[in-house]
């Protein structure tokens, strides 16, 4: 395993943990679902400390704070830009899109005022902003075990 695949896999892990944990706290547990909630926060909060001592340990031991890139890694890389900026573009079209609508469907229902505050396109923007780090790094996992 290449130290770039080492790095998206710890990104994803730290990724993923992030939002659960922003996910969690902010929107709080379901209640259709069996109180697992201190079960999943011990486990996602174990991984998000193990995913970023590794990521400590990974850029410790790159040579001159560089990791040794290829062709291939670029290429790879480049794979998961796209994917990410091609879901962030359409993610926050989308939010924009829903934040005029709901301006204006306000007045007719209250779900739709409640979706259209600035703190709850807040809270998506968040969500999404983590959503593209995890498809960059989840295409570039893909990429790095489909070999080129």
């Known amino acids: 395993m290449s130290k770039q695949e080492i790095l998206a896999w710890t990104s994803l892990t730290t ?17 259709f679902l069996p109180d697992y909630s201190d079960q999943f926060v011990e ?8 995913a970023v001592v590794a990521e400590i340990i990974v850029g410790i031991s790159e040579n001159k704070k560089r990791v040794d ?16 900026y091609n879901f962030l573009s359409f993610a926050v079209a ?14 007719i229902s209250e779900l739709h005022g409640m979706i259209g505050t600035s703190t ?12 593209s780090n995890i498809i960059k790094r989840t295409t570039q996992i893909y990429h790095y075990h489909k070999e080129f």
């Open 15 to 31: 990724s993923v943990s992030i939002v659960f944990f922003y996910v969690l706290f902010v929107y709080g547990w379901p209640d």
């Open 43 to 50: 486990i996602f909060f174990n991984v998000f400390w193990i």
């Open 94 to 107: 989308v939010l924009l899109v829903n934040f005029f609508i709901s301006g204006l469907l306000s007045d």
């Open 120 to 131: 709850t396109t807040f809270h998506l923007l968040f969500i999404v902003l983590f959503a």
């Open 69 to 84: 890139k290829d062709e291939r890694d670029f290429m790879i890389e480049a794979h998961g830009l796209k994917n990410a």
